[in-house]
């Protein structure tokens, strides 16, 4: 599930009009469980190759699970999004020159 949504507005990773297609599908009363489990792998395909969200544009990374119940958000490891792990490093210039610990 960590994999299908943003981390920032919860929403899941797919356009609108792909969100109401899936969503249709999903809802179907007569939909098998086999089914089922073909849409959501096709749902966490789509959302895999997703690297911003299309409603609130932030950016998202991998999620890697580290022990039993704890993961990692790998927000800036993602493939030619190196100047957003810079402009966020710059924020904290001013930081740095009035903490001198």
């Known amino acids: 599930i960590c994999r299908k949504i943003c981390k ?11 969100r109401k297609q899936y969503l249709k599908k999903f809802r179907r009363k007569d939909l098998h469980s086999i089914s089922r489990k073909k849409w959501s792998k096709k749902v ?11 409603s609130c544009g932030a950016t ?4 890697r699970k580290l022990q039993q119940m704890r993961m990692c958000h790998e927000k800036y490891k993602v493939k030619n999004k190196e100047e957003t792990k810079e402009d966020f490093q710059i924020q904290f210039e001013n930081a740095g020159e009035y903490n001198t610990e």
Do not use: H
């Open 8 to 18: 920032e507005c919860s929403l899941v990773l797919l356009d609108d009009t792909e």
């Open 44 to 54: 966490e395909e789509l959302c895999k190759k997703r690297t911003e969200c299309p």
């Open 60 to 63: 998202n990374g991998t999620v």
